[in-house]
């Protein structure tokens, strides 16, 4: 994948969030549109596509799968108005009704070309339990000091702008991402030096520290693109 064609996927998974924020989705639903974005873009050309298009159909079919009830309307409505911020409110019309058919089609084109395989295990869940986890081998005061929680959540988020979500297993991206919170803040568990088993092989038996730091080094790639990325 060259450069160029990195930072328009990262911008149309940027675009695909700042929707779903809008349409208050949750994570669920957010992330699996994002995967769907990077699975059909794995086996297709971008310059046969309008990349935003398949965005909004992304999030359209997410939702379906992961069973939030938003209304189609509201989707074209949000996602028209996210990428062109400086043009007036869609009204309906002949724009909205080709915009409706547009993506209506598409869902159908993307269910076929993923072979109807859509629905995904998210890292969300392990994530949460590890830090459950966490939370009872800190001490209290250090747990609600540091904003461990908070910042594994948001690295997990973006995650998502990249494809690194199709190449690991969901239980090693989350371990990944909150080791890399862990160094970010500075935190180490009590007596982890002198165990037995490493704390993130507790979490995952088949997860090394040379995984770990791949998918941290992708991590960090993906903010570098974000950079390069017009706002």
Not at 116 to 145: G, I, M, N, T
């Amino acid at each position: 994948m060259s450069e160029s064609e990195t930072r328009v996927h990262f911008r149309v998974i940027r675009y695909i969030r700042e929707a779903g924020l809008k349409l208050h989705l949750e994570n669920i639903p957010v992330a699996t549109a994002s995967t769907i974005y990077h699975r059909f873009f794995r086996e297709n050309q971008l310059k046969d596509y309008d990349p935003f298009l398949i965005g909004a159909t992304c999030l359209s079919l997410a939702c379906k799968i992961e069973e939030q009830n938003v209304r189609l309307r509201d989707i074209i409505n949000v996602c028209y108005r996210t990428l062109h911020k400086n043009k007036a409110p869609l009204e309906i019309g002949d724009t909205f009704w080709q915009l409706r058919e547009s993506v209506t089609t598409c869902e159908l084109y993307l269910l076929r070309a993923l072979k109807f395989k859509v629905v995904f295990d998210h890292p969300h869940k392990y994530l949460c339990h590890y830090l459950k986890a966490v939370s009872d081998w800190l001490e209290p005061r250090q747990w609600e000091e540091i904003p461990v929680g908070r910042t594994a959540w948001a690295l997990l988020c973006d995650c998502y702008h990249s494809d690194l979500v199709l190449d690991h297993q969901p239980q090693h991206l989350a371990v990944a991402v909150l080791y890399l919170t862990l160094q970010c803040h500075g935190v180490e568990f009590p007596l982890n030096r002198h165990a037995a088993l490493k704390w993130y092989q507790v979490f995952s038996s088949t997860i090394t520290i040379d995984m770990i730091q791949t998918i941290i080094t992708k991590i960090i790639s993906a903010y570098d693109v974000e950079n390069q990325v017009p706002r």
